[in-house]
């Protein structure tokens, strides 16, 4: 996706606010910002941490660097996904099927939701758990070709990638910021914050 490209590979960055055009008329209609633009501003203004990556040595060169700047070395991982597990063998990861027992949970998703900067992860990611049961620290994997739209937008996928058997437990996670290191506002009482990071593969 040559829009991250230019956005991680260049010094200076525009805002949302820059992108606007100061001279268009108050009566045009905005500009919409491209799916990728949009997803990440509104994923970093919900505290998440972003990590953009061109191939697998970068990532786990990013994913070394989240268990360094954590001090993981000697944490276990929760880890539902055989295949993530297999992807990351050359980590020496210390997985553990129960989540008492783990520091941080590595885990896949379904989609990535532009409208709102959300991750949409459904029981394929986390079983028939709730997100507070689940440790307060996530780690998720995710590719470029996994950004939609909208959540409706991402459950019409799931039912097209599931015709036959569709996942149940769908929800997204959109506070990412620790309930230990961030005040809670009204809109975002009663649900589990994350510190998520979101290790991002460029497959477009």
């Not at 409208?115 to 590719?143: C, M, N, W």
């Not at 799931?158 to 910021?177: A, E, M, Q, R």
Request: glycine share 4%; proline share 2%; charged share 30%.
């Amino acid at each position: 996706m040559s829009l991250f490209k230019k956005l991680f590979g260049s010094k200076s960055q525009k805002s949302e606010s820059e992108i606007k055009s100061e001279e268009r008329s108050k009566y045009m209609p905005e500009v919409k910002l491209p799916i990728d633009e949009r997803f990440t501003i509104n994923f970093k203004s919900n505290g998440g941490k972003f990590l953009y990556c061109e191939n697998l040595d970068e990532i786990f060169t990013s994913f070394q660097n989240i268990i360094d700047e954590n001090e993981w070395h000697d944490s276990k991982t929760l880890l539902f996904d055989a295949n993530l597990e297999s992807l990351f063998e050359s980590l020496k990861l210390q997985g553990t099927k129960r989540e008492s027992e783990a520091s941080y949970f590595l885990t896949t998703c379904e989609n990535l939701i532009a409208d709102d900067g959300s991750i949409l992860i459904s029981s394929r990611q986390i079983a028939e758990k709730k997100l507070k049961e689940l440790p307060s620290h996530f780690v998720v994997y995710a590719t470029t070709s996994q950004m939609v739209e909208s959540i409706s937008e991402g459950m019409r996928g799931i039912k097209k990638k599931h015709p036959k058997k569709l996942p149940t437990n769908i929800t997204t996670i959109k506070h990412f910021k620790s309930e230990a290191s961030s005040d809670k506002d009204f809109l975002s009482y009663g649900s589990s914050s994350k510190n998520l990071y979101l290790l991002l593969l460029e497959d477009l």
